[in-house]
T-cell receptor, first 113, second 113 residues
Framework: GENVEQHPSTLSVQEGDSAVIKCTYS??????FPWYKQELGKRPQLIID?????GEKKDQRIAVTLNKTAKHFSLHITETQPEDSAVYFC????????????FGTGTRLQVTL | NAGVTQTPKFRVLKTGQSMTLLCAQD?????MYWYRQDPGMGLRLIHY???????AKGEVPDGYNVSRLKKQNFLLGLESAAPSQTSVYFC????????????FGDGTRLSIL
């Protein structure tokens, strides 16, 4: 089955700096890669996703890049703000498998003032 | 439009007791999923369903059973609770079709003593 590794497990940045979280996946058939943000005690919420036919996608301060050859994808957050502090999860999905998601183990992002 | 609703929100059980967690969605989604979330391990898929009357095993199905008698409801049962099942349980649902996002409920925090 699919295996997703996520790094780093914790990340501390100063407000206004950029943050980058990286994930690698094992199954080259994976074609859908969402990122979820989870605040303490809350549900995971989708913040951005990318499909394998696209190399990069942006939404305001958030961007995701995908390198299919290397089987890795990254989340980029620019101009970080305190409200960006949360745990971020990457995931991957293989087509034809009921779109089951395999999640990474999460990155705790702390944005300090 | 409530989205995905999970009940109960919290529960404490004694070892050996049984209980059922309910997930209800009002978005007419075909696919539904049950995950457990443990510290440092991300979200792991327990069981899933691709439609009314169908269920399938995920990554960690042992000790759990599920039923999908109605399209909008997906029940997760613990027949004989064990301390290892102490976790936060999340339900998710999504539309059919590639690249459709999963929408999560607020979770159920379950403690087994």
């Amino acid at each position: 089955g699919e295996n997703v590794e996520q790094h780093p497990s914790t990340l501390s940045v100063q407000e206004g700096d950029s943050a980058v979280i990286k994930c690698t996946y094992s199954d080259s058939a994976s074609n859908y890669f969402p990122w979820y943000k989870q605040e303490l005690g809350k549900r995971p919420q989708l913040i951005i996703d990318i499909r394998s036919n696209v190399g990069e996608k942006k939404d305001q301060r958030i961007a995701v890049t995908l390198n299919k050859t290397a089987k890795h994808f990254s989340l980029h957050i620019t101009e970080t703000q305190p409200e960006d502090s949360a745990v971020y999860f990457c995931a991957a999905s293989i087509p034809g498998t009921a779109s089951k998601l395999t999640f990474g183990t999460g990155t705790r992002l702390q944005v300090t003032l | 439009n409530a989205g995905v609703t999970q009940t109960p929100k919290f529960r404490v059980l004694k070892t050996g007791q049984s209980m059922t967690l309910l997930c209800a969605q009002d978005m007419n989604h075909e696919y539904m999923y049950w995950y457990r979330q443990d510290p440092g391990m991300g979200l792991r898929l327990i069981h899933y369903s691709v439609g009314e009357g169908t269920t399938a095993k995920g990554e960690v199905p042992d000790g759990y059973n599920v039923s999908r008698l109605k399209k909008q409801n997906f029940l997760l049962g613990l027949e004989s609770a064990a301390p290892s099942q102490t976790s936060v349980y999340f339900c998710a649902s999504r539309l059919t079709g590639e690249g459709q996002p999963q929408h999560f409920g607020d979770g159920t925090r379950l403690s087994i003593l």
